[in-house]
T-cell receptor, first 115, second 111 residues
Framework: DSGVTQTPKHLITATGQRVTLRCSPRSGDLSVYWYQQSLDQGLQFLIQYYNGEERAKGNILERFSAQQFPDLHSELNLSSLELGDSALYFC??????????????FGQGTRLTVV | GENVEQHPSTLSVQEGDSAVIKCTYSDSASNYFPWYKQELGKRPQLIIDIRSNVGEKKDQRIAVTLNKTAKHFSLHITETQPEDSAVYFCAASKHGNKLVFGAGTILRVKS
């Protein structure tokens, strides 16, 4: 167990809908990263938050948004869902904002299926 | 943007043999290169990493080598065991806030 908690574990929803994925980082970790893992795109960095502020943005669609709350948990919101959004969404957390300094630990992921 | 290519996509070895997975990165400013292991249905886990000021790093049966000139780095696993079977991902980072991953290598260790 990495100490990073993601909920829900599985989510099935219809096209056009909106969902929220939740991530609770390890105790003491200030940095949260979101990644999308799909068969055709592999593991793709979406976004990073550090202590409530956005630090880096990757290949995140405009239909997706995220935030990190004062208690440091993070939510990834996916809207106007398309079939191609079906993927495993991972959250990772680390102490520092630099992944080179402190290891980032991944949660177990949320498997999203859009039908 | 940064791109990381990983080869081979699948690798089968006999238990006890060595396995080598290679990655090439495109951005010469990348300076951090971790390797992750992901077992079926589980989360990626860091197994070893190397920074650009180091040419080789070893941790028991696992080693990583880096050739900055050629912009490639490799994972070496010696004395492979069935529990080494997993998907292995290489990654590269320039600023420490974003990892660019390779496509992954499925390693099968046959006993």
């Amino acid at each position: 167990d990495s100490g990073v908690t993601q909920t829900p574990k599985h989510l099935i929803t219809a096209t056009g809908q909106r969902v929220t994925l939740r991530c609770s980082p390890r105790s003491g970790d200030l940095s949260v990263y979101w990644y999308q893992q799909s068969l055709d795109q592999g593991l793709q960095f979406l976004i990073q938050y550090y202590n409530g502020e956005e630090r880096a943005k990757g290949n995140i669609l405009e239909r997706f948004s995220a935030q990190q709350f004062p208690d440091l948990h993070s939510e990834l919101n996916l809207s106007s869902l398309e079939l191609g959004d079906s993927a495993l969404y991972f959250c990772a957390s680390s102490v520092s904002q630099d992944i080179r300094d402190t290891e980032a630990f991944f949660g177990q992921g949320t498997r999203l299926t859009v039908v | 943007g940064e791109n990381v290519e990983q080869h081979p996509s699948t690798l089968s070895v006999q238990e006890g043999d060595s396995a080598v997975i290679k990655c090439t990165y495109s951005d010469s400013a990348s300076n951090y290169f971790p390797w992750y292991k992901q077992e079926l249905g589980k989360r990626p886990q860091l197994i070893i990493d190397i920074r650009s000021n180091v040419g080789e790093k070893k941790d028991q049966r696992i080693a990583v080598t880096l050739n900055k000139t050629a912009k490639h780095f490799s994972l070496h696993i010696t004395e492979t065991q069935p529990e080494d079977s997993a998907v292995y991902f290489c990654a590269a980072s320039k600023h420490g806030n974003k990892l660019v991953f390779g496509a992954g290598t499925i390693l099968r260790v046959k006993s």
